[in-house]
């Protein structure tokens, strides 16, 4: 049994078999504490934050993340997101929640014609410099690389 919080603060269990479903449906994985991959889905670049969800998706696709969110609504599960994982306040990680970790969806894809790019939640501004100026483009916006682009995106994460 595993032990996840709630969207009204309590604590509900689910059962091996239900989460060995959930695995089934998704590329990416899913882990707990004591997981190899726990630690590393679950970290954010402040390392003075350190919580623990219950359950960590880590997502390969659109897919993935349709199953996790669909997961967490059947159950009345905490969600919280991980995209790039620099959030520096630490909302991207909620204690006991399902974290739907977002950092390995890192595709940017650039029409130069356009001068448009479509960008995965989990890509860093270095990811995105990296496509953009292959092409004579950029993005002026972030100084630090490392950061996520979908929370510099959405203002703060």
């Known amino acids: 049994m595993t032990r996840l919080k709630t969207l009204d603060g309590k604590v509900t269990s689910i059962g091996a078999e239900t989460i060995e479903n959930l695995a089934a449906s998704l590329r990416g994985g899913v882990f707990s504490d004591g997981d190899s991959e726990y630690d590393e889905a679950r970290t954010i670049w402040n390392a003075m934050v350190d919580r623990k969800p219950g359950l960590v998706v880590r997502a390969m696709g659109t897919s993935d993340v349709r199953s996790a969110v669909n997961f967490a609504r059947d159950n009345g599960l ?5 995209s790039g994982g620099h959030q520096i306040a630490g909302h991207a990680v909620a204690e006991g929640a ?3 970790d977002l950092s390995q969806m890192r595709s940017v894809r650039v029409d130069p ?7 995965e939640p989990g890509a860093s501004l270095g990811d995105v410099d990296k496509e953009t100026q292959s092409h004579a483009l950029a993005l002026p916006m972030g100084i630090n690389s490392t950061t996520g682009i979908a929370g510099l995106t959405l203002g703060g994460g």
Do not use: D, G, M, P
Not at 78 to 82: D, G, P, S
Not at 113 to 119: G, I, Q
């Open 113 to 119: 014609t356009k001068k448009t790019a479509r960008v």
């Open 98 to 100: 399902l974290l739907i």
């Open 78 to 82: 905490l969600v919280a997101i991980r």
